[in-house]
C-alpha cells in the first residue's frame, strides 16, 4: 500500500490529487490495472469530477452544504455531524482503471480529495493492483 500526505486549507476544501495518485502509479511499475484509492478518515472522502473549471468542486462543496447544514438536531456530541454525514454521501474511496501506466480519467475528470472538517493533516491511501 502506498500513501499521500495532504495537509487542508480551511474548514471546506478540495485538493486536486490527480497528479500525486498518477505518480504513485507511475512509480509501481504497473502498467494495466486498477488503483484502489482510498481516505482512512470520518470527515473526509474522495469524488471523482471536473477538475478543468474549478467553480464545478466549489458547487458542489456548496450544495452539499445545503443539504446537510452545519447545526442541526444531531446527537453526535464532537459538533461535527455534518462533516460525517458529507463524508458518508461522497464516500472513502474510488477505483480508477490503468492502462499503459496512465490513470484511465475522461477528458474533464480529476480525483479530488475533500475536506469537510479541516483544516488537517490527512492521508489518503492506494493500492495498486496489477491486471
Ligand atoms: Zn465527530
Not at 11 to 18: E, M, S
Not at 32 to 49: M, Q, R
Not at 89 to 101: D, K, Q, T
Request: some cysteine; proline content about 3%; aromatic content about 6%.
Amino acid at each position: 500500500m502506498k500513501s499521500i500526505s495532504i495537509k487542508t486549507g480551511s474548514q471546506f476544501d478540495t485538493i486536486n490529487i490527480t497528479a500525486q495518485i498518477q505518480n504513485l502509479v507511475g512509480d509501481s511499475g504497473i502498467a494495466e490495472g486498477l488503483v484502489h484509492i482510498f481516505v482512512p478518515h470520518t470527515t473526509a472522502a474522495v469524488t471523482i469530477n471536473e477538475g478543468a473549471d474549478p467553480s464545478v468542486v466549489k458547487d458542489i462543496m456548496k450544495e452539499l452544504g445545503k443539504i446537510v447544514p452545519l447545526r442541526d438536531d444531531y446527537l453526535h456530541m464532537e459538533g461535527n455531524s455534518a462533516a460525517h454525514i458529507k463524508s458518508t454521501l461522497v464516500g472513502a474511496s474510488e477505483v480508477v482503471m490503468i492502462e499503459n501506466g496512465s490513470l484511465v480519467l475522461g477528458t474533464w475528470q480529476a480525483i479530488f480529495f475533500c475536506e469537510f472538517d479541516g483544516p488537517r493533516n490527512r492521508k489518503v491511501f492506494a493500492k495498486i493492483f496489477e491486471g
